[in-house]
């Protein structure tokens, strides 16, 4: 193209405007989510080590390794991110097309390995992008029958907002319910188009090269466009010249257009993640790579420091504990807010959620971003003019999350703290630390909170046990044992004297079920030749309660009673029944000064009979001979064994080591276990919005047609108790609870899978089935 055409000149002027208008709309978003951060209080130890951190995004990025339950988004979604950075180059190549349609870039313009590059991501990410469009479509809300549980048939439901939003029973099933599915439109439209023009031009490069007999216009350089860029190669150079610019012109109109989306939409997180991903995955809590779960994150005062409340007097006078409003939370939380892609896979897994309650971990997230956006420019301001957020005048400044309604009370308080939404989350949102800090300022600072938590916290602190039962009954569960279960400070000196001290926790010493749990592994162990003793009455509340209510004063002072006891009688092992306890103690109270070598007695059972301390009495085999041959067990995981310390294969091994026993899995388990619903202090709780989370999950245990579900924790024992006795009622008056199809990834019912097995399981611990089958089980 000798002479600059009006064609030519319309191509610059259009790029170069879109281009201004592009750049400058997206740093105008660029600012405006960096305020929004910035209104955060500090976030310590985000930053390193900094070659640990790399490492895990690299490995997070590239593995795509929360995508594993979906191999085929996984791919489609890693080609489609591959592609963004690979096609930029063909962006570059663009602009200087309007000066020169032959334009190349310097070097690398027709370096082959490039240029296979460019072309294989290009084809790659339309089929990609074209396959999560049919996913989207296909799952997308659509208006069906009314709710029939939680609000009642054809009623508003509560949202993580506050405001009644009217939802159907197949909308809430949908992981895209109240998704922003216009602005997911506008993204994928934006790279089927891009692509489509980095195709083209390709196929108009071939066909010019070709004409002009340069030596890189071959299959070489083009192998996937020279087969319909050959069509071209008779069309005249003017024409392909004209429809170089043309083309060149709509990709950067349209890549200049997203740009303006972006910028002027910064909380269209479907957009940022690509970019805000990145960060949110670098400063993850666990640099290693590690879900937030286990430990709740530390109360932090204003600059980030943990703040001790058993030294209250220490504490300023005007210190706001837990997160009251947007302010209160960190800059991480509020990055986490404005990376979430409402992709509805932490709500798709949520037990509260897929029971017909009101909490979806997604909207929660949601609303915080959109309030923190709106608030952010006023707190800016007032910081600025140097009065506190919370003191100013203006009305948009201290506002209070719950009591304004931005997060409903009863999604706060439905939640479980299952970790469910943080194990899925593809960006590593960390709900559940959100959520409790929110809980903590609504029970420390405005003692806000259900009427039941009252009771609760009252037995904690005056009988250091949620029963409210004196500490002298903490030894009952050992009468009529055939042998004397040893006391710390009183039949032995110290703990150091024995294998292991027995943690037995409050359910452990005071619920029935618990306490035939405790009784076995005290048995086990007595067979297997381990010494053991415990503390009788001086054990207390581990204070997972508490702190799972958002109580951290009464957690700390619980704690810290514990780890002055543990040190003092010179714990070194400990074994622990129960699972909140297990990672209380395993994983909370180093942070109090406490370090011990903490084992769930799954583990050590599952030792035990490794090492073959404890053998099985004959006759137990699956020939039909001995008690319980040949019997169906379902195992059901405790999220605080299971998800939040990743310990799934002891149990099952144990399970499984059982002799004529078979293990038969529930469609939902290991990392996609269904929540028993008494985590998050919920055990204390009333269960008045929706269906019983427990009884959910009896129903998908007992449609496997197993004769016994085991537990390995006393609250999942209670709660899967309770819901099997209910199910069987509910099949006694022809009312069938349904239970989720076998490799139905919806944490729903789905239609059609009724429960019908006559008969109701057992439900016990491990431990207890185990002691069933033991050889030399000691007599009296």
Known sequence: ??????????????????????????????????????????????????????RTLLREVVGHGRFQQRPAVRAAHWVVMVSFPVLVVTLLTGYGQLADPRYGLPVLGHWAPLEWAVEAFAWLGLVGIAYLAAVRLRARPRPAEPVTTGAGAGEAVPHAGGAPQPATAQQRRSRFFRSNMRWAYVVEATIVLVVLAVLVLRGLEYALGVQDGEPWATALHFPL???????????????????????????????????????????????????LAVVNVYARREPDGAPALGPLAPLRGPDGEALDLTAAEDLPDDVRLGAGAVEDLTWKQLLDTSTCTECGRCQEQCPAWATGKPLNPKLVMTALRDHAAATAPYVTAARAAGAAPEAAADPHLGVDLVGAGV????????????????QQCPVDIEHVDTLVD????????????????????????????????PARQRLDWAKGLPFDVPVVGVDVESAADVDYLFWVGCAGAFEDRARRTTRAVAELLHVAGVSFAVLGDGETCSGDPARRAGNELLYQMLASQNVETLTEVG???????????????????????????????????????????????????????????????????????????????????????????TLAEMPRNRETSFCCGAGGARMWMEEDLGARIGTVRAAEAVATGADAVATACPFCTVMLSDGVAATARAAEVAAPVTAPAAGDPRGTAAPGAPVTRPGVPEVADIAVLLLDRVADRPTR
């Open 407 to 422: 997060i409903d009370p009863d999604v706060l308080w439905s939640c479980t703290t299952c970790g469910a939404c943080v």
């Open 225 to 275: 466009t020279a087969w319909f860029g050959a069509a071209w190669t008779g069309v005249p150079a003017a024409t392909l010249e004209a429809a170089v610019l043309v083309v060149a012109t709509v990709k950067i109109l349209v890549s200049m257009g997203w740009f303006v989306f972006v910028g002027l939409s910064p909380t269209a997180g479907i957009a940022w993640h690509r970019f």
């Open 571 to 661: 714990a070194q092992h400990v074994v622990v029944t129960c699972a909140h306890c297990f990672n209380t103690l395993a994983r909370e109270y180093p942070a109090m000064g406490g370090r011990f070598d903490v084992v769930h007695h799954t583990q050590l059972l599952d030792r035990l009979v490794g090492e073959g301390r404890l053998r099985f009495a004959p006759g137990t085999g699956d020939d039909g001979s001995g008690s319980g041959s040949g019997r169906t067990v379902t195992y059901h995981d405790p999220c605080y064994l299971g998800r939040h310390n990743e310990v799934y294969t002891p149990p099952r091994d144990l399970v499984a080591a059982i002799p004529g026993v």
């Open 1 to 54: 193209m000798s002479a600059v055409s009006p064609l030519q000149v319309v191509c610059v002027v259009l790029a170069s405007v879109a281009t201004v208008v592009g750049v400058a709309a997206f740093a105008r978003g660029v600012v405006v989510i960096v305020r929004t951060v910035r209104i955060g209080r500090a976030a310590p130890a985000r930053s390193g080590p900094a070659g640990v951190r790399l």
């Open 438 to 469: 929110i809980r903590r300022y609504q029970v420390l600072m405005e003692s806000a909170f259900p009427a039941e938590l009252g009771g609760t916290f009252t037995k904690l602190e005056r009988r250091g046990n949620p029963w409210g039962l």
